[in-house]
Structure formats: C-alpha cells, structure tokens
C-alpha cells in the first residue's frame, strides 16, 4: 500500500500507471476480439482505454516544461556523445509534447482549424527521432561498459588469441561471437538501469513505427510493447537506482 500511495503521489508515477492500464486494455481487447461472445467486454475494454488516454493526455499537458528542463540538464553531460544524444533526443521530446497539446486543443474543441492528420504526423516523427537518439545513448553507454569488461580480461582474451595449431576460421568466428555475447551479457546484468531504459526505448519504438508506416504492427504486438515499457517505467519511478543518470 505504501508502495502505490508513493506512486499516485508522483505526476509521473500516475501517467505510467495510466499507460500501464492503457496498454493493457488494447493487449486484451485485441485478445479477445476474435472470440465469440465477449462483445461487451470488448466494449468495456475500448471505453475504458479511450477514458484512460484522455486523462494521460491532462497528465501530459506540463511536459513540455519537465522536457526543457530535461534539455538544459542534458547540456552539462561529460561525455560529448551523451550530451549531443540527449539533448536532441530532448529537444524533439519538447516538438512532441508541443504537437500533443495541440492535438488536445483540438480534441476539447479550443482550436477547430487544426489539421489533425498532420499534427498527429509530427507528433509520432518527433517521438521516434527522440526514441532512436536515446537509443543511441544506450548502445554507446553500453559499448563503453563493454570495453571496460573487456579490458578487465585482457590477459584471457591474450591467452584465447593463441591460435592452435589446426584452429579453423570457422572456430576462431565461434570464439569471438561467444566472447562478443558474453561481454554483452555480462554489461547488462551488471548495468540494470542501461537495461531497462533500452528495452523501455525499444518497445515504445512499435507505436511511432506503426504510426509513420515503417514496420506496421498489430494492436497486441503494439499492446504487450505499450504494457512492458510502462512497467520498466513504473520501475525506474518506484526505484530511482534503476534510472539511467546523465553523466
């Protein structure tokens, strides 16, 4: 109970919750979809997600300033590769919450003339391309710790290059692919936070994707990434350790 009442007191805690909801009822509604008679319980389903998007997008509507923030914070990043990552992935976070407060203007009726096809258009663009900088900041953190494991065992990997006599070039690509998986099993358990903020960023990417037409995918498939992503972000909220920090 202390646990949920420390979540809901949190704006970002209760939008993850939301989400977290949200994508679960488009996971079981499409689940259900197919099978006769649960034609009101997919009724339920839809109503219920249509009612929790709209209380995220009220949720949403103070992002744009947590994003400005979040660039200005960006800038003094040690590293030059993270601070250019993240504060581009941060400047297209701000266009995003800029088009989705648009687009709720629109859906309250505030600004009628809005093209709605089109600001939804530059919403998701600016989502990816904020989604795939991230992305980049997490396979570049990733190699760096990568690099350091494999310096820590130098003097195996200087052992290992000794190549036998008879060792084939089939062999030597099986050891340095087992080697490669070891190294880059061995940085993610040891780097929780890198973890999860990697496949939160990989399965937000399936909306963005689906919604520009590059890989389209189905409600469940968005679904279940929707629902894993919320819960890796319900983590890194309940336990801060578990957020990536900017270096």
Known sequence: MDTFIRLTN??????????????????????????????????????????????????????????????????????????????????????????????????????????????????????????????????????LHMERLARQRARRARLLAQTPAGHSVADEEVVWLQSFLLLLFRSLKEQPPLLLDAVKNVCDLLNPLNQLGIYESNPGVIGLGGLVSSLAGLAAVLYPHLKLKIR
């Open 10 to 143: 949190q704006t970002q805690g209760r939008d993850r919750l939301f989400r977290a909801t949200q994508y679960t009822c488009m996971l079981l509604r499409y689940l259900l979809e197919p099978k006769p008679g649960q034609e009101k319980v997919v009724e339920k389903l839809q109503s219920l997600e249509a009612s929790v998007s709209t209380g995220r997008k009220w949720f949403r509507l103070g992002n744009v300033l947590h994003a400005l923030q979040a660039t200005q914070q960006s800038l003094h990043a040690t590293e030059v590769v993270p601070r250019l990552c993240l504060t581009l992935a941060n400047l297209n976070r701000v266009l995003y919450f800029i088009c989705d407060t648009v687009l709720w203007a629109r859906s309250v009726g505030l600004v009628a003339s809005v093209d709605k096809d089109r600001w939804r258009g530059w919403a998701a663009r600016h989502y990816y391309y904020s989604l795939l900088l991230s992305l980049a900041r997490d396979v570049y953190e990733l190699a």
